[in-house]
């Protein structure tokens, strides 16, 4: 299996990217939203990969994080949604968006993917809407740099680590309060679009707002 790939870019398009790895070129397929973040070629460059191995194929997928990876498996493992599909949700939403959205269970979010219909949209969130919590509980832990000695740069450096961080940390408070994994993941969702939870203590304070009894 490979798991990661880290060398130069060779040729970008808007689906995939050229990799050089000590003179090997390795086509790696990404998400829009991946495609542009990444250096210009000529540049270094590192991904999180997925192989998806088939009788007369075999593809790599990359993911800037190792969270947006452990999201493709999930999405992937929705029946109706192949590679293609979840990485257009993934471009459309990014990995916290998608949390955000299946814990909301905000269907209508991840419709706005290309080729992503209403149905099938429903059924993402209806199926992952119970491993939400668990994969925003491990964002922070996810997240991971490159490997101390590595001459490369992550492509692209994963802005919303600290979010993952705080979602996290949140998370596991309110679950150690002793609400439910699912009803924290929403509150916890819901709170963290307000401009106010910029930290992990006011994300929490913020979430259990949401999460208190209404006269």
């Known amino acids: 299996m490979i798991g990661r790939i880290a060398g130069t870019i060779l040729h ?3 689906d995939h990217v050229l990799i ?4 090997v070129g390795y086509i790696v397929h990404v998400s829009a939203r991946t ?3 990444l250096p210009p070629v000529g540049q270094a460059c590192a991904l999180y ?3 998806l191995v088939r009788e007369d194929l075999l593809q790599l997928f990359g993911f800037p994080t190792l969270l947006e990876k452990e999201w493709h498996r999930l999405l992937t493992s929705v029946q109706g949604i192949g590679a293609k ?30 080729g992503v219909g209403p149905k099938l949209a429903q059924r993402v969130v209806m199926e992952l809407k119970d491993k939400a919590p668990t994969v925003m509980a491990m964002g922070g832990a996810l997240t991971v740099d490159a490997a101390p000695g590595d001459e490369v740069i992550e492509a692209p450096r994963p802005a919303a680590a600290p979010k993952a961080n705080f979602t996290a940390e949140a998370l596991s408070a309110l679950t150690n309060l002793g609400y439910g994994s699912a009803e924290a993941a929403q509150a916890v969702a819901q709170a963290a679009e307000s401009p106010e939870a910029t930290d992990t203590a006011k994300l929490i304070r913020t979430a259990l707002r949401l999460l208190a009894p209404k006269d």
Do not use: F, K
């Open 12 to 14: 970008r398009a808007m």
């Open 20 to 23: 050089d790895v000590r003179g």
């Open 35 to 37: 495609a542009q973040a």
């Open 49 to 51: 990969t997925d192989l």
């Open 85 to 114: 599909a979840s990485l257009a949700i993934l471009g459309t939403l990014g990995a916290d968006g998608v949390g955000r959205a299946i814990a909301l269970g905000d269907w209508n979010a991840v419709r706005r993917a290309p």
